[in-house]
């Protein structure tokens, strides 16, 4: 009878936890066919487009216009008053890769070693980090989850922020990363004499040489051997199509001198598939680096002058002095906070407000990322046989009043749910428990 008795808690114990787990969840996604009806649609390629109808099926953006048949059986989303934006790209974050700052363990973006371009940053990518719900429901459907840490970093990835493993998120794009050496000090802490700062950079270049000097040969022994002799060297394997131009090479660069420098190298090792990104300095430089026909991920917008006798606003009309220069110019946020990477659309925000335009500053984060990481014929703006990665919401996304009612990515409509939303109806609907 006891052991009855046992059995049948232990049976209630489990059916227990098993409806407290369910109900626990966060909403699902949904997939299928959808009708957005009644909207503005910014397209970004093709202009705006009045009370105009996306339907969305099988994934893709399957007709856009204002006098399109909606199919039978679309669930019909009415957005009279709102707008429809495609799905914004950030092009520089550690989103996935970095959780907890205080806690080691769940900070994946920075491996042992100067020279690990082997190291794949979707493997590392966690599709359950919170900082990816809090993310898109801000509208940011695509990031490049970017390595970060000394020389040859690793090999970054651009992701679609919704699915259960990396490969599921992969948007198509790894590039490898360069942490190009910096030949000033690091900032203010940097205690180095000019003398240790010059050694260091020069020490700093001459691995760099070293190791692209190495992933020439390997490529000869490879062509040569046609993969069959060239051995077991991960580095080299890794660095094989930067070399033959099949991937490029992401420079982190943003000192004046050091992109002067970072454009030389490039030139004298003609290297063909080469982006510039961080260029905080870039607008000192921009008709060289326009000359160079090489293009730019810049930012994070939101921050100090690089020099302490720079405009304070210096910052902020980088992106519009790059782009007047003829620099095919891409915004990326670049927050340390994992929270903040939804501050996308407010870096190009500022952008606008310290002279780029406001078409431009849409496609910095839209249609010209797609194209810079090779993916425009399936994101980046709103189009037919595009996925249907694209947001609704009720105003100018570059004000921080907007709200961002809907999110699809890959045609799926998105819970808008995140951490921040849960605390925020917990504590708007909180109740104090104090006893009476």
């Known amino acids: 009878m006891k052991k009855i008795q046992l059995i049948s808690g232990l049976i209630t114990a489990l059916v227990c936890a098993l409806v407290f787990h369910i109900s626990a969840q966060n909403p699902k996604a949904k997939y299928g066919t959808f009708a957005l009806t009644n909207a503005t649609i910014e397209t970004v390629t093709k202009g705006t487009l009045k009370n105009g109808i996306v339907v969305i099926s099988n994934g893709k953006i399957t007709a856009v216009g204002e006098n399109v048949s909606i199919p039978q059986g679309a669930e019909t989303i009415d957005c009279k008053g709102l707008f429809i934006y495609p799905g914004m790209i950030d092009g520089g974050t550690n989103i996935g890769l970095s959780e907890i700052g205080s806690d080691p363990r769940t900070q994946d973006f920075s491996e042992l070693g100067d020279v690990v371009p082997q190291m794949k940053a979707l493997t590392a990518v966690n599709p359950n980090a919170v900082p990816i719900p809090v993310t898109r429901i801000s509208g940011v459907t695509t990031a490049f989850a970017s390595p970060s840490g000394d020389l040859f970093a690793g090999t970054g990835a651009l992701i679609n922020l919704h699915g259960y493993t ?230 100018d996304p570059f004000e921080t009043k907007t709200q961002v009612k809907n999110v699809f990515i890959d045609g799926w409509q998105m819970p808008m749910v995140s951490r921040q939303t849960l605390l925020y109806d917990e504590f708007l609907k909180r109740e104090p428990g104090v006893k009476k």
């Not at 000192?284 to 304070?312: C, S």
């Not at 903040?340 to 990322?369: C, S």
């Open 166 to 395: 990396p490969e599921q998120m992969y948007a198509g794009f790894e590039g490898v990363v360069l942490n190009f050496p910096r030949s000033g000090r690091r900032g203010g802490f940097d205690r180095r004499t000019d003398e240790e700062i010059k050694k260091a950079s020069e020490n700093a270049m001459k691995k760099i040489n070293e190791v692209w000097e190495r992933a020439l040969q390997y490529h000869k022994i490879d062509s040569a051997t046609k993969g069959r002799d060239a051995g077991f060297y991960p580095e080299m394997q890794s660095l094989l199509p930067v070399v033959r131009g099949e991937r490029a090479l992401l420079i982190e660069v943003n000192a004046e001198k050091d992109i002067q420098a970072a454009l030389k190298w490039v030139k004298e090792k003609k290297i063909s598939k080469v982006i510039l990104t961080g260029v905080a300095e870039g607008w000192r430089v921009a008709d060289e680096i326009a000359k160079a026909k090489i293009p730019v991920i810049t930012g994070g917008v939101l921050e100090l002058p690089t020099r302490d006798y720079d405009r304070y606003d210096q910052a902020y009309a980088n992106p519009s002095l790059l782009l007047k220069a003829g620099i095919k110019v891409m915004i990326r946020s670049n927050e340390t906070s994992n929270q903040n990477y939804r501050n996308l659309p407010y870096h190009a925000g500022f952008a606008v407000a310290y002279g780029m335009d406001k078409t431009e500053a849409l496609k910095a984060i839209t249609i010209v990322p797609a194209e810079i990481f090779g993916v425009a014929d399936k994101i980046g703006s709103i189009e037919v046989g595009k996925s249907a990665n694209l947001f609704v919401c009720d105003g």
